[in-house]
């Protein structure tokens, strides 16, 4: 298995050997998250709450069901997601009376529900966010955390009294993003979304889009901007401070079990997962090389040093299965724990113990009393480098180009007079799809690919993982 000939089989088949998941379940693109997996899952969920939590959201939690009705009020929302809904019909024997949809998201749940929370400005803003499976009829081949049909989803929704406080929100969520991604080690880069690509019934949508090893884009999280554009048909109505009623204008911000499928597929190598170090559940494993006769000295010394690790909050785990050390190392790469000690006779009559990085292979003797101060300082500098590392691929997986002629596998940039005309000719000519231009008002002077108008916006554009 080799991620650089064949990176979509070296996926698949590492989910599966790491024993992230299990596909064997009976409905495709429903799979089942394994100990190990909903471990990774559980921990990004927790560091999702941390900050989420942190800026004044309240945690909610909606109902999965979702009436017809409901549904159909913003009508470019239903038909954004009519395709993909799965319905549930009846109740026993019986037909509803208004049929049910399990939720592909959550605005048509909540909105109905915030039009009764809301009542006057006092209540603004409203903050809130979930943590929920939602489910979308995916036509596409499905892949595992990545293309899926039932979804661990993250989603916040928020109103505000108006369009100004509304942006304010999306920007802290670019902050909140900007502290999570360094914690998961994944690069990405905020693009907005052309207006045929929005999210259904947005205003506007900012695509976080990082970029595979393959050359595709993968889509790790959205936020959108609404405006007043569910707040009507919803009804989500305040009085301001004059006794004026005025509709509230509302964001949110969605992310998946995608970043599992992202941290496995920018991290991990022919050897396994490489997990970053604020994610794996197991940061540090500890295996005792044993030599004859000095068995029980090499396993208390093992005990003595996991306990030491353990009670300084490193999340550690002690090796001691009846099988060869190479074994354990073997199934400890594929697993991705960021670093191992390794624990002999010999290291410890010299005071030493060997550290081992999963990222880079290196190894390093360090003394046996700094061993705790070593760990967090190698964890820390083992979370950056993966940080820079794939921040690095990620730029260089870009080209920029003023023709649409033999274009690499790569993500290209190019540019836009922004005219929706151009754009689609862009999608034609190069068989990608537009991703969007960056919101950080990056620096660009060239023209249109396509009409040759002059423009200061690139446009970044990719095949879709
Ligand atoms: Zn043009």
């Known amino acids: 298995m080799k991620k650089a000939e064949d990176f979509s ?25 394994t100990p190990y997996g909903w471990k990774i899952m559980q921990a990004i969920d927790s560091h999702i709450r941390e900050e989420f939590d942190a800026t004044n959201h309240q945690e909610v939690c909606f109902p999965l069901l979702i009436p017809e009705d409901q549904f159909a009020k913003e009508k470019a929302h239903i038909k954004g997601f009519d395709s993909e809904v799965f319905w549930v019909t009846h109740a026993g024997l019986n037909p509803l009376d208004v049929k049910l949809l399990l939720r592909p998201t959550s605005e048509t749940a909540m909105y109905p529900i915030f039009s009764l929370w809301v009542r006057s400005h006092a209540d603004l803003p409203l903050k809130t966010y979930q943590i929920v499976n939602t489910f979308r009829y995916e036509t596409k081949q499905t892949r595992a955390f990545i293309r899926v049909r039932e979804i661990h989803f993250f989603e916040s929704h928020t109103c505000h009294a108006d369009f ?19 914690k ?39 936020i959108h901007q609404y405006m007043e554009n569910f707040s009507k048909p919803y009804e989500i109505k305040y009085e301001d401070e004059n006794g004026e ?71 550690v785990h002690l090796d001691e299965r009846d099988v060869r050390p190479g074994v354990k190392y073997y199934d400890w790469e594929l697993k991705g724990a960021p670093l191992r000690l390794e624990l002999g006779k010999r290291d410890m009559e010299k005071g030493k113990v060997t550290f081992v990085r ?26 950056k480098d993966m940080f ?5 691929e990620m730029d260089d997986g870009v080209a920029t180009v ?43 002077d060239g023209t249109c690919v396509i009409c040759g108008k002059p423009t200061r916006t690139p446009v970044y554009m990719a095949r879709a993982m």
């Open 9 to 33: 089989e070296w996926y698949n088949e590492i989910v599966e050997k790491a024993n992230l998941t299990d596909k064997r379940y009976p409905i495709k693109g429903m799979n089942v998250w």
């Open 164 to 182: 100004e406080d509304a942006e304010r929100q999306v920007k802290e969520d670019y902050d909140v993003l900007a502290v999570l991604s360094k």
């Open 184 to 222: 998961w080690c994944l690069p990405y880069r905020l693009l907005r979304r052309t207006e045929w690509d929005k999210f259904p019934g947005a205003f506007y949508t900012v695509g976080i889009d990082t970029l595979l090893p393959s050359g595709r884009s993968l889509q790790l999280g959205s």
């Open 245 to 315: 009623h005025k509709y509230v204008h509302q964001t949110t911000f969605g992310m998946s079990e995608r970043l599992v499928g992202a941290v496995v597929a920018i991290h991990g190598d022919d050897k396994g997962l490489v997990l970053p170090p604020e994610i794996a559940t197991t940061q540090v494993v500890i295996v005792p090389v044993l030599s004859k006769g000095e068995t029980e000295t090499v396993t208390k010394a093992a005990r003595d040093l996991f306990e030491e690790l353990k009670a300084s909050g490193v999340r």
């Open 358 to 383: 999963r990222d880079t292979g290196e190894k390093s003797l360090k003394d046996r009393g700094k061993v705790v101060q070593e760990t967090k300082q190698i964890l820390a500098l083992v979370a």
């Open 388 to 392: 820079v590392r794939a921040r690095k």
């Open 402 to 444: 003023a023709s649409l002629d033999k274009l690499p596998e790569k993500m290209i940039r190019t540019g836009w007079c922004g005219g929706e005309d151009c754009g689609h000719e862009i999608e034609a000519k190069s068989g990608m799809n537009i991703l969007g231009i960056p919101v950080d008002g990056e620096k660009f």
